[in-house]
């Protein structure tokens, strides 16, 4: 595979990824924003998309070892898209009793076994409920919902734009 086929989609994807993480990473830093743990999964999964496109432009590999990057870079980009979703779930709960009953992460870590720890990240704790942050009157998880499903559909026009010019 020529390096400059493989600079039209992996470049600006890790671009992009890299944009949001270090979006949210002021969120935290620079505005001071506590990371809940789905906010922390969100982005382990952005962290390991861009580091997939990474690979895969240090690696130049060939037809097989791109739809491999791709496969990969989807179903990263598709378990962030879970993980938001959740978020974006949760906060639409935030009043509600159901959600109340939830320990916080930091409780978890203190005094859970490590399936709690793993239940609070995958699913959420009642840290995660409060929106604390908008812009254009969307949450930060809505944003990220968004981000994770455009590098998505990004990967998915790459996949089916190779199987039409390549079907083997």
């Known amino acids: 595979m020529p390096l400059a086929c493989l600079r039209t989609f992996f470049f600006p994807a890790l671009l ?11 969120l935290e830093f ?3 924003l ?7 999964g ?11 496109c990474l690979g895969a432009l240090l690696h130049r590999p060939g037809n097989l070892g ?4 791709l496969w990969a870079g989807l179903a990263l980009t598709l378990g962030g898209s879970a993980l938001a979703a959740r978020h974006v779930w949760l906060q639409g709960l935030y009043a509600s009793p159901e959600l109340s009953c939830e320990q916080s992460m930091t409780y978890l870590l203190e005094r859970g076994t490590p399936v709690e720890w793993l239940h609070g990240l995958l699913l959420g ?4 409920a409060p929106i604390n942050w908008s812009f254009l ?11 994770f499903l455009g590098l998505a559909a990004l990967v998915l026009a790459r996949l089916m734009g190779r199987r039409r010019v390549n079907p083997g």
Do not use: H, N
Request: hydrophobic content about 45%; charged content about 15%.
């Open 34 to 40: 506590d990371a809940c743990p789905l906010c922390q």
């Open 66 to 69: 791109e739809r491999v990057y």
């Open 137 to 147: 009157d969307l949450s930060g998880p809505e944003w990220s919902l968004l981000a």
């Open 16 to 26: 992009a990824s890299l944009l949001t993480l270090c979006g949210a990473l002021y």
């Open 125 to 128: 704790t009642a840290e995660c």
């Open 30 to 32: 620079g505005l001071g």
């Open 42 to 52: 969100q982005r382990l999964l952005l962290a390991a998309f861009s580091l997939t």
